[in-house]
């Protein structure tokens, strides 16, 4: 699991990112398409354990 940290302060959760050239791509378990988060709003993706806490 991942979590993407907006500048906003919103976090969404997805099973899966990929990095493009201007931002990242979250995926759900089914592969479908979340949101796309330019960087230019994104303060982190990583990592996180079933509680939610940052696994660095």
């Not at 979340?34 to 230019?40: E, G, K, S």
């Amino acid at each position: 699991m991942f979590k993407a940290q907006l500048s906003d302060g919103e976090q969404i959760r997805c099973a899966d990112y990929e990095m493009e050239e201007v931002g990242v791509r979250l995926f759900d378990e089914d592969g479908d398409l979340l949101a796309f988060v330019p960087f230019t709003h994104l303060l982190w993706v990583g990592r996180v354990d079933d509680a939610g806490r940052t696994l660095w």
